[in-house]
């Protein structure tokens, strides 16, 4: 079932039964170097979290490593629940963005390059070309076409949720309390001082591009300039929580500097349960600061019917999005899936 956080008008109805391409945007930030900042993967190995969520979803292996990357606590990549969609009602496409990754995917992948490197740690400088990399995004966005329906877009970029908290301030939006966080209990004095360093770098500065540079990440950055690109020439669902709703404040944002007229009327958000409920964070808030109007929504998923107890570690809060868990649930509900048969499908993988 398929609730609303904001809506304008009836988006889903266009889009019930219709084919979707799903293309995943993977990065690194050294931002996930910081010892205990995130829990999004493999402790060490945190950099192989997105090369390892695509590899699982678009091959169903992991090559990089052994085993799927978990947290310390053993939640398992939200790469499970895109798979399983994927495999009950297979998405049209699947392709993958390389926004700079220390560690390509490998396997019959479908990725598209744009020779950009890993970004650094926030807390000293994240030294990106935040203008050059804007324009790779919109440029993209301009060029690609959708051979499917509509288009869903989701991420796995580790810590962040750091970046785009630091993001948003550093633009001015007043949104320090509103970003989650893939732990239950959020390690905030070791986010606050990162973020606390990366907004002190900026001190003074007015270009938005240099800002950025300084302290966001590389997907935060082209997923904006993707959007304004697109600007609705078909629809566009970004899959994830607070990370794309700050890449849509970045897009609303540029759009004010670089006078960009962006038409949202094909443009969406769509995350889970776990984080439109989730109490430390407000996406809804987070939305209701763009200047444009969107539709956002999240599927009534969860895993009360499944007995694996590290799937039950996701009602209890310690992992809530990422690698389009969201839109892809979202799109197994306008194709009639079940609760049922998703968690089953989930739960298969675990064996």
């Known amino acids: 079932m398929i609730k609303t956080i904001i809506s304008n008008g009836k988006f889903i109805d266009s889009l019930v039964n219709k084919d979707a391409t799903f293309i995943l945007a993977l990065s690194n930030t050294a931002t996930a170097d910081i010892e205990g900042i995130t829990q999004a993967g493999i402790p060490g190995m945190i950099h192989l979290t997105p090369t390892l969520d695509c590899e699982f979803l678009m091959t169903g292996e992991v090559v990089s490593l052994p085993n ?27 392709e993958a963005l390389d926004l700079g990754l220390r560690v ?65 301030l550093a633009l001015g939006y007043d949104a320090k309390e509103l970003f989650s966080s893939s732990f239950k209990d959020v390690p905030n004095s070791i986010r606050q001082e990162t973020i606390s360093k990366a907004l002190k770098l900026v001190e003074g500065k007015s270009d938005i591009f240099d800002i950025l540079g300084l302290v ?27 990370q794309m709703a700050c890449a849509l404040l970045v897009a609303n944002s540029i759009a004010q500097v670089e006078d960009i007229d962006l038409d949202s009327s094909a443009l969406a958000l ?66 009639g899936l079940s609760k049922e048969d998703i968690t089953k499908q989930v739960e298969s993988f675990l064996g």
């Open 270 to 335: 769509a995350t889970t349960k776990w984080v439109a409920e989730d109490k430390n964070s407000d996406i809804k808030a987070l939305l209701e600061m763009l200047d444009f109007p969107i539709n956002a929504y999240y599927s009534d998923f969860d895993f009360s019917l499944s007995k694996h107890p590290a799937l039950k570690l996701y009602d209890e809060g310690e992992a809530k999005e990422g690698v389009g868990a969201g839109g892809a649930l979202f799109y197994g509900d306008l194709n």
């Open 104 to 168: 390509k995917p490998q396997g019959d992948i479908k990725i598209h390059s744009f020779n950009i490197t890993p970004s650094q740690s926030i807390a000293t400088g994240a030294n990106i070309d935040a203008k050059a990399l804007f324009k790779k995004g919109l440029d993209f966005g301009k060029s690609y076409e959708c051979s499917s329906d509509y288009v869903i877009l989701g991420e796995s970029v580790p810590s962040g949720t750091t970046t785009a908290t630091a993001t948003a």
């Open 68 to 94: 799927i990357a978990e947290t310390p606590k053993g939640v398992p990549t939200p790469a499970l629940i895109t798979r399983a969609i994927n495999l009950l009602k297979p998405f049209s496409r699947l």
């Open 216 to 242: 966001s990440d590389n997907m935060l950055i082209f997923v904006a300039g993707f959007i304004l690109g697109v600007n609705s020439r078909f629809p566009l669902i970004l899959a994830g929580g607070t």
